[in-house]
C-alpha cells in the first residue's frame, strides 16, 4: 500500500476486516491505494486535538483463513487482538507500548516504524492463537512472564478411562443401586432358598415341583414342538392339559436353559428369588413415581414383597410372581407424565415408557390368571376413570388437557397387545371349560376359601415375628394358607400415620383408604353378608372371575395401597427431617435424626423374616429316565402326581399322571382301575387306555393294595416284569 506524508504525532489504530495487518504493498488494479489522511477502507480519522492526519497503517486483506482481524496504524499502541482462543496473549501488552513514526523523507524511520509493529504482531501470534504473520519466517517470542503461575493443564484421559466412566456413574445410579439392593435382599430374605438349590424347595415339594415342571416343559416345548404348548406331556390322553392350572408361562425364556429335574429344581429356586426382587423393585419404582422419596419408596417395596401373610404363598410362585404389577404401573405412569404427588405434567410424557408399562403387563398375565386378572380389570378401570377425567375437564373449561397423538397410539397399540396376549392366553382355559364343565368353580368352593375379618390381622405359622404368638387364632380359620393375611402390624401403624401426616394430598389419602376397605370387603368373599352385593355379582357376570377360587389373594392389592399409604408417611418424615437438619449448626443431621428416618424401614424389614421350611426334593426313579411312555406311575394321587410330573423332565415321556386344580375325571376313573393292577382287568384297561408302561414304586408301596402284588408273577398275563432301582417296570 501506499501512504502519503504525515506528520509526527500518535496515530489511531485501524480495523481492517477480517485478517490481521500485512506489511505494505503497492496498490493493485483490485485494491485501490487509500488517500492520505484516510483509513483502508475511506473513512477520515482526523484528530482535531492535534489537527493531524493519521493513516492508515494496514489494509483490509480478505483471505480463506476464519482468524480474528488485529490492525494497528503507524504511530499507534499496538493492542492484541484475540483470535478464535478467545484472548490476547502477553505479547499485546507489549504491542501497547510500541509506536510507529509514519512515513518521512527518511527512509530509515519508516523502515524502523515497521521492523517495531512487526515485533508486536509477533508477539501477538504466540501459540498459534493468531495467524498473523508480519513476515514469512516466523519470530522467537518470550514467554509470557505469569505463565509458570498457571494451573497445569489436566492430561488428556485414556480411552480406558474415558469408557470407564459412563460405566461407574451407571453403577452409582439410583436405580442401578435399587436392583442390586433388591437381589440382595431377596437372597438374604428367602434364605436359606439358594444354599442347596438342585435338591430343597421352599415350603413344600409339591405344589412348587409342579410349577418346576411347568417352568420346564414350556422352555423345552417352544424349542422342540411350539405348536404343542398346551397338550403337555402330563395327563395323557387328556387335551388342553397344559391349561390345567396357571402355566407361569412368562417363565418360558428360563426353561430353556438346563434339562432334568435338578436343573428344574434350580430353575424354580432362583426365580423364586428374582421375584421377590421384582416386587421390592417394582414396588419401589411405583413409589418413587408417584412422589416419595427413596426411604418412603424402600419402605413401600419392602413391605409390599415381604408382608407376612406372602409367608403362607410361599409354595405358589404365581402369587409371589406379582412385581409385574407395580412394575408396570410405575412405567404407564411414567410415559403419561403423572404422579400422585406433582399431578399431570404433559411436559413429562414419553410414550416409550407407555409401550414398556404394556409389555409389562402383558408378561405380568401371561403369568396366570389367578394375579393376572384382576390386575387386567384394574388396567380396564384406571383407563375408563382416566378417560373420564380427560372429559370433564374438557366440559368444564372447554378444551382437553394436552396428550399427544404418539401416547394416544402408544396406549391403543399397547392396550391391543395386553389384550392380546390375555385372549390368547384365555383360549384354552376355555377349552378346558368345555370340555371338562365339572371343572368351572361354584359360589359353595368360594365360601370354603373365603377368609373373616379376624384373618387381616392373624399371621401364618411360617412368620418368624408372629407365628408362634398367633397359632391360638389360626386354630380358629379352617384354611390357614389363604385366611392368615397380615400384612403386618408396623404397615398398618405407617398406613395409619400416613392418613394425617402425609406428603399425598388428603384426596388422595382418602382415595387409597377407600381402595383398602373396598378391597378387603371383596377379599371376605361370602364372608360379608355372603358377598350379596360384592364378591358374587364379580364371580356371575365378570368374565373368567369364576375361575379365582380364593378371594384371600385380593390381598396384594391391598398390601400395595397400604405400602402406598405407607411411602407417603415416611417421605414426609425424612423431609421434616431435612428441615430440622438444616436449622442445625453443622447442618449435618446428627445420628438419632438419620436412625429416626431408617427406623420405618428397618421394622418392616425385620417383620417380613420367615421361617419357611426347605425340604429335599424326592429323589427321581432311575426307572423314569428310561421309561417310554405313555407311562403310569403307581401309586398315584394329587401329590405324588406333581412329582412324577418333575421327575418327567428327563425327556418328557407322556405319563397319565397329573396333578392340578382339578382332577379329570377320566384321570379318577384310570386310578381306580389300576389299583388290583396287575390283574386281567387292570391290564386290559390300562391298554385300552393306551398306557404301555407301568412303573411302580417300592418306598411308596406300604399301606397300599400293590403292597402285595407288587412281586406277583405276571408270565400268565403276557406283560413282562422287571427291577430297574427301587421300582418295578411292567412293560405291558
Known sequence: MTTGQSKPGKARPASTGDDPIRPAAPPTGDTPAASPGTTANGATRDDPAQGKARTSAGTAAKGAADEQAGATTAGTAAKGAPGRNGR????????????????????????DSEKKADDAKDATAKDGESPAKATNEAKPVDPDRWEAF???????????????????????????????????????????????????????????????????????????????????????????????????????????????????VLRYNIMFVLAHALATLG???????????????????????????????????????????????????RGHGWSLRHGYRPDRRHDGWVYGGWLVAAWQISLGFGIGLPFAYFLAAAALVAAVLF????????????????????????????????????????????????????????????????????????????????????????????????????????????????????????FLLGGVLVTMVFAMGTRFFDGTFTYVPLFEHAPGWNALRTPGRLMLWITLLLALLAAGAVTALTDRVRELAAQRVPSWPGPWLRIATLLPLLLVTVEGLNTTPHPVVPRQPAAMRSAEGPLLVLPSDQGLDQHVM????????????????????????????????????????????GVRTVVLLRDEVPGTPWEITIDAPVESLGITRQEVGDAVVYRL
Open 88 to 111: 490476547a496473549k502477553g505479547g499485546a501488552e507489549k504491542a501497547d507500548t510500541a509506536k510507529s513514526v509514519g512515513t518521512t523523507s527518511d527512509g530509515e524511520k519508516e523502515a
Open 150 to 264: 498457571a494451573s497445569a493443564p489436566e492430561p488428556r484421559p485414556s480411552w480406558l478411562t474415558r469408557a470407564a466412566r459412563p460405566v461407574g456413574r451407571s453403577l452409582i445410579h439410583e436405580w442401578t443401586l435399587a436392583a442390586l439392593t433388591s437381589l440382595a435382599l431377596a437372597v438374604l430374605m428367602t434364605w436359606p432358598t439358594l444354599r442347596y438349590p438342585r435338591y430343597t424347595l421352599p415350603q413344600d415339594t409339591w405344589d412348587p415341583s409342579l410349577q418346576a415342571w411347568q417352568m420346564a416343559w414350556s422352555g423345552h416345548i417352544l424349542l422342540a414342538d411350539p405348536a404343542r404348548l398346551w397338550q403337555s406331556n402330563t395327563f395323557f390322553p387328556e387335551l388342553w392339559s397344559f391349561a390345567f392350572s396357571d402355566t407361569l408361562l412368562g417363565y418360558a425364556p428360563a426353561g430353556m436353559l438346563g434339562s432334568g429335574p435338578e436343573d428344574a
Open 283 to 333: 414396588a419401589y419404582a411405583l413409589a418413587r413415581q408417584l412422589g416419595a422419596g427413596r426411604i418412603g419408596a424402600a419402605v413401600a417395596g419392602v413391605g409390599y414383597a415381604y408382608a407376612p401373610w406372602l409367608l403362607a404363598q410361599a409354595g405358589h410362585l404365581h402369587v409371589l410372581s406379582n412385581g409385574g404389577i407395580p412394575l408396570a404401573l410405575a412405567m404407564l405412569a
Open 391 to 510: 372429559g370433564v375437564k374438557w366440559l368444564r373449561s372447554g378444551r382437553t388437557l394436552p396428550f399427544g397423538r404418539r401416547l394416544l397410539v402408544a396406549d391403543l397399540v399397547g392396550g391391543v397387545f395386553f389384550a392380546g396376549v390375555g385372549a390368547l392366553m384365555a383360549f384354552p382355559y376355555f377349552q378346558v371349560t368345555e370340555l371338562h364343565p365339572y371343572a368351572e368353580r361354584s359360589v359353595g368352593d368360594i365360601a370354603i376359601f373365603s377368609p373373616p375379618a379376624s384373618g387381616f390381622v392373624t399371621a401364618p405359622a411360617e412368620s418368624r415375628i408372629w407365628g408362634g404368638l398367633h397359632e391360638g387364632a389360626r386354630a380358629a380359620l379352617p384354611f390357614h394358607a389363604e385366611m392368615t393375611l397380615l400384612p403386618g402390624f408396623v404397615l398398618y401403624a405407617l398406613a395409619f400415620g400416613g392418613l394425617f401426616f402425609s406428603v399425598w394430598r388428603l384426596r388422595h389419602r382418602l
Open 646 to 689: 418333575l421327575w418327567s423332565t428327563s425327556g418328557f415321556p407322556d405319563v397319565a399322571n397329573g396333578g392340578s386344580g382339578f382332577t379329570p375325571r377320566q384321570l379318577d376313573e384310570l386310578r381306580r382301575a389300576s389299583q388290583s393292577f396287575p390283574d386281567p382287568n387292570s391290564v386290559n384297561y390300562l391298554r385300552t387306555y
